[in-house]
């Protein structure tokens, strides 16, 4: 069976690498839109409503405007902007969480594709929440180094204009630092923490690949844990997941001369989780590529999903 699939706002980041990953497989078939049209309410409605899938790649607001330019009951939407992720009326697109997450993007006509920082802490988060070896009211903190493709076309532009003076540009660069950065709400949703999470993301120049850090006190936890116990406990939540790798606790020859990079995961839809310390403090550090498990990895994913297709087909 072939599949029509429409991806609204197809010039960004996000919707040039759904459209490349799609663009050769026999099962799809690209809905295309005058490019003098993009902004055409008239011609969106058609193709949306011409498409068994339709891939939002907004901003915002346009995602939401989108929705309400769909007035049948077939098209299925996948939404990759932050409009919809704490919505109930959304499937949150991460099936590796748990069978409920999953079930739920199988059956829903809804489903919103998790933040790339979000990725990373929900993964490493969400299980040790759910089984109560951390509790709610945790004062989570993490921090988050990524590529700075994340931040879009401006932001890209920024690094890369020939020309301009970017000795600024050289070094990390914090950045929401009014501790209000737009992935912490559903990351405190989905985890069901009690309070939000302390997060300090980093932007860097480097184009992709994204590390996100959660540090833990076992004195903390309602039950003391060790590192190496929490390795083993992600080892088996994980075991069937094939887009998740949890590391051997001994992760050193997976380091470089003892470093972590960000980019190990870059051009796949893989995320690999790290367990380091010892028995009082405890990092889980996960690395991931932010254009792919972070955005058009996992929104192919949850289509594979959602139409019963191999899931890690074309990824």
Not at 139 to 164: A, D, F, M, R, W
Not at 285 to 314: F, H, T, V, Y
């Amino acid at each position: 069976m072939v599949y029509k699939v429409f991806v609204d706002g197809q010039e960004g980041t996000t919707g040039l690498k759904i459209n490349e990953r799609l663009e050769n497989r026999n099962n799809i078939q690209l809905l295309k839109i005058d490019p003098d049209k993009r902004k055409d309410p008239l011609e969106r409605s058609r193709l949306l409503n011409e498409a068994d899938i339709a891939f939002l790649c907004l901003p915002d607001t346009a995602a939401r405007e989108a929705v309400t330019l769909v007035h049948n009951s077939t098209t299925r939407i996948i939404d990759a902007s932050t409009a919809h992720r704490v919505d109930e009326g959304w499937a949150y697109g991460m099936p590796e969480l748990s069978r409920y997450h999953r079930k739920m993007i199988e059956t829903s006509m809804r489903v919103s594709v998790p933040g790339c920082h979000a990725t990373g802490f929900n993964m490493s988060l969400f299980p040790l929440v759910k089984e109560g070896i951390v509790p709610c009211d945790y004062p989570v903190t993490c921090h988050s180094i990524t590529g700075y493709s994340g931040g879009g076309k401006k932001l890209i532009e920024q690094y890369e204009t020939n020309g301009l003076d970017n000795e600024r540009l050289e070094s990390p660069r914090f950045y929401s630092l009014s501790l209000n950065h737009k992935h912490i709400p559903e990351m405190q949703k989905v985890c069901g923490l009690k309070y939000a999470p302390v997060f300090t993301p980093i932007v860097s120049n480097f184009y992709r690949g994204m590390t996100v850090a959660i540090p833990l006190i076992s004195r903390l936890l309602p039950k003391k844990y060790t590192a190496e116990e929490i390795q083993e406990f992600f080892a088996y939540y994980y075991k069937e997941q094939s887009f998740v790798s949890v590391l051997p606790f001994d992760s050193e020859s997976y380091l470089d001369h003892g470093f972590l990079g960000a980019s190990g995961c870059n051009l796949t839809n893989r995320i690999e989780l790290f367990i380091f310390g010892g028995s009082e403090q405890i990092l889980l550090l996960s690395r991931l590529d932010n254009l792919g498990k972070g955005s058009s990895g996992a929104a192919i994913q949850n289509m594979n999903i959602m139409l019963g297709l191999d899931e890690d087909e074309g990824l």
